[in-house]
């Protein structure tokens, strides 16, 4: 029997006792549960160096199901000369919990990640090890998230000053060359009608950078991520993404978001559109997953308020990754790798997230790229008056009968 689901101390008794006080005591919780709410990936591996048990976000990390993994060898897993197996050998030997930071977990699926290995014995049975995995410490994610806000924030101001400074004097350059034009050569039309269009070239990405200096107020309701999700991958699989595989990891109960449909609409399309352009032309997939998240909150800037961001939903592609060095400074404008690239559509993503009070991070290495937008959720106390736009559930009869994991 699975030493994690077999009746033991910690899981459900269905019954209340009696601690020694005299006092009523809670219903003890389901390991299974509790293992699966964690936030970093966890495994349980057996005396013999077998995978007993692995929770979802462990599934996620390495990308396989639980089916594949429960029973696999782990040095199939991992390299033999992993230092996790190190530490493993080390809980064996007698001590009780043991950790490194700065392991690299490299695997063909995943590619490397740095992260920090914890190893601690379960006590029954005692030749039972529990492997913790933690891929990104708080604080750095904390200092990803401000350093996107302030991109958003320069880009912003950027675009103001476009739209007050560089379109008038565009107008005036553009008029005197047509009136120029009218007495001018066959020849010298040539060099009037080229500066015309790039007068008219230049307020049309002033144009596209005006939508960052919007500062009216946001209108947001409650919003179904999977129909916004499942609207996005339609519009892409009809055009620029039709060559690429989809996978849909979604988590079926989750909640709605409180947001504006057309900006996370934005959102999503900028994010899908870029990973369908890494994408290899053959064998490319981008997998879309929706999950709640526990006890993520973010401060408030100018307050000690905490704003509540349980819905994580992420944009993966198997491409060649981001080049390294671009990832620090990704969500500033005009930053791209794209011959014809303008670097605004990651600034915009920032801005739009950040009008929401949520999110952005990603994670970049060769044939993994992950973008992971966490936004707040919708509840009574955001407007007694907003409507839900779209279902709170999923109500796609194909996305149900899967279970919530599902490929297009």
């Not at 912003?156 to 007050?164: D, R």
């Not at 107008?171 to 047509?178: D, H």
């Not at 991958?233 to 504006?260: M, T, W």
Request: charged fraction near 25%; proline fraction near 6%.
């Amino acid at each position: 029997m699975d030493p994690v689901s077999a009746t033991s101390p910690g899981t459900v008794s269905g019954q209340r006792g009696r601690n020694r006080s005299g006092a009523a005591r809670a219903p003890k919780l389901d390991s299974l549960v509790v293992l699966n709410s964690l936030p970093d990936p966890v495994l349980v591996v057996d005396g013999n160096g077998d995978i007993r048990f692995v929770n979802l976000e462990g599934q996620e990390f390495f990308d396989l199901s639980a089916n594949a993994m429960e029973g696999m060898p782990l040095p199939d897993l991992l390299p033999a000369d992993s230092p996790v197996m190190g530490l493993i050998q080390q809980v064996r030997r007698g001590s009780r919990r043991v950790s490194q930071d700065g392991v690299i977990i490299d695997t063909p699926r995943i590619g490397p990640h740095h992260v920090t290995v914890q190893v601690a014995t379960m006590g029954d049975p005692p030749d039972h090890v529990v492997l913790t995995i933690h891929e990104r410490s708080l604080a750095r994610k904390i200092d990803h998230s401000l350093t996107h806000r302030h991109a958003a924030r320069s880009v912003t101001a950027m675009a103001a000053m476009l739209a007050h400074e560089v379109k008038n004097p565009l107008s005036g350059i553009r008029g005197a060359a047509q009136l120029l034009e009218e007495n001018a050569s066959d020849q010298d039309r040539v060099l009037t009608r080229l500066i015309c269009d790039e007068a008219d070239r230049i307020v049309a990405l002033v144009n596209r950078m005006e939508v960052f200096s919007d500062e009216r107020p946001l209108e947001r309701v409650a919003v179904n991520i999977h129909t916004v999700l499942e609207h996005v991958r339609k519009v892409a699989q009809s055009g620029f993404a039709r060559k690429i595989r989809f996978v849909e990891r979604y988590d079926p109960s989750l909640p709605p978001v409180y947001g504006n449909r057309d900006q996370l609409v934005q959102v999503f399309l900028n994010l899908i559109k870029n990973a369908a352009e890494a994408a290899p032309e053959s064998g490319g997939e981008i997998t879309l997953t929706t999950s709640y998240q526990h006890g993520v909150r973010m401060a408030l800037p100018g307050g000690d308020a905490r704003r509540h961001l349980p819905l994580l939903v992420t944009v993966q592609d198997n491409g060649d990754g981001i080049p390294e060095d671009l990832q620090s400074n990704l969500f500033d404008p005009f930053v791209t790798s794209k011959v014809n690239g303008t670097g605004l559509g990651l600034a915009l993503v920032a801005k739009l997230i950040g009008d929401h009070g949520g999110t952005i991070e990603f994670d970049s290495q060769p044939r993994r790229t992950v973008f992971k937008v966490s936004l707040p959720m919708y509840d009574d106390s955001n407007n007694d008056e907003s409507k839900l736009s779209g279902e709170s559930k999923i109500s796609d009869a194909g996305l149900q009968s899967k279970g919530g994991r599902g490929t297009r």
